[in-house]
């Protein structure tokens, strides 16, 4: 069974930067397509990015341009998202998400983690 654990999250300041990581078990990431969703309260899940198998990289919205960088460690079977000069409006709880093919459509993935919070504030 693939679980997905996530890890990383916390409280930056606006500007700042913050890593999280996706730990894979059950599957090896290179067989996977991985994305990171994030969810703000009360709205929809948002595609933030994503990487195939083939080590690919499906970009997300605008507003992430630039500012976030996913990644992935064949070795240790993680995938982490770089997020740098976080804003206020970041503020999430950010998903992994795992499955045999990429997209940007949450039901592309069959496997979810349970999520980290990320809080931007000062």
């Known amino acids: 069974q693939v679980q997905l654990t996530e890890s990383g999250g916390g409280w930056v300041q606006p500007g700042g930067s913050l890593r999280l990581t996706c730990s894979v078990s059950?599957?090896?990431?290179?067989?996977?397509?991985v994305a990171w969703f994030r969810q703000m309260p009360g709205v929809y899940r948002e595609f933030v990015t994503a990487?195939?198998?083939?080590?690919?990289?499906?970009s997300g919205p605008d507003s992430l341009q630039g500012r976030v960088f996913i990644s992935r460690d064949i070795t240790d079977n993680t995938v982490s998202l770089q997020m740098n000069r976080l804003k206020p409006e970041d503020t999430a709880v950010y998903y992994c998400?795992?499955?045999?093919?990429?997209?940007?459509?949450?039901?592309?993935?069959?496997?979810w983690g349970q999520g980290a919070r990320v809080t931007v504030s000062s």
């Open positions: 998400a795992a499955g045999s093919s990429i997209s940007s459509s949450p039901s592309t993935y069959q496997y």
């Open positions: 990487m195939g198998s083939n080590g690919g990289r499906l």
């Open positions: 059950g599957a090896m990431i290179r067989d996977l397509g």
